[in-house]
């Protein structure tokens, strides 16, 4: 079954506006990532955080992770055209291996110029 | 370095065909998963590979099978194509197998229309 469930489905605003996109999962985890895919492409890797960080940055990205609710958000800053695309997040179950990720149906984001 | 590299990119069967994808991981990577992605089930696990070896493998019928070569290269297969079988298969590439300790390598997918 899956784990990660995205929040909200669809989001659309403006560019420079910053887009927060939230996951649940249900098991516990070593660590969740998030992805990017746009339209019809393969998923790209955006960032990672284990299970013992809280907080994570890469760029214009902020992910945060609350093991205690299960949940963790994704926020991107001043928010671009080329930043519309479909965000997952993905877990793994604890002792499983690598290959094996659960992904929530996504949040389709899109940002107008 | 060349990225994943998923084989055909775009292809049309028609029901009770069967299908071969195939799957070049990034130079280097050992471990292979495959992932079929629908508009009503979503990113689903099919299968994973490291070193010829099938490691894990999703809720998916007998139908679908897949093996890996010596030099890591994989391919998977679809009998007895269903409608339902139509999607986008996305392979994925891992340095190592190590539990949940990396991100995945995504292909650009092979899209599969079944008729």
């Known amino acids: 079954s899956q784990q990660g469930e995205e929040d909200p489905q669809a989001l659309s605003i403006q560019e420079g506006e910053n887009a927060t996109m939230n996951c649940s999962y249900k098991?516990?985890?070593?660590?969740l990532q998030w992805y990017r895919q746009n339209s019809g492409r393969g998923l790209v890797h955006l960032i990672l955080?284990?299970?013992?960080?809280r907080e994570k940055h890469s760029g214009r990205l902020r992910v945060t992770l609350d093991t205690s609710k299960k949940s963790s958000s994704l926020l991107i800053t001043a928010s671009r055209a080329a930043d519309t695309a479909s965000y997952f997040c993905a877990t793994g179950d604890r002792g499983s291996t690598l290959g094996r990720l659960y992904f929530g149906r996504g949040t389709q984001l899109t940002v107008w110029p | 370095k060349a990225g994943v590299t998923q084989t055909p990119r775009y292809l049309i069967k028609t029901r009770g065909q069967q299908v071969t994808l195939s799957c070049s991981p990034i130079s280097g990577h050992r471990s292979v998963s495959w992932y079929q992605q629908t508009p009503g089930q979503g990113l689903q696990f099919l299968f994973e590979y490291f070193s010829e070896t099938q490691r894990n493998k999703g809720n998916f019928p007998g139908r679908f099978s897949g093996r890996q070569f010596s030099n890591s290269r994989s391919e998977m297969n679809v009998s007895t194509l269903e409608l339902g079988d139509s999607a986008l298969y996305l392979c994925a590439s891992s340095l190592v197998p190590r539990e949940n300790t990396g991100e995945l390598f995504f292909g650009e997918g092979s899209r599969l229309t079944v008729l």
């Open positions: 098991t516990s985890i070593n660590n």
């Open positions: 955080i284990r299970s013992n960080e």
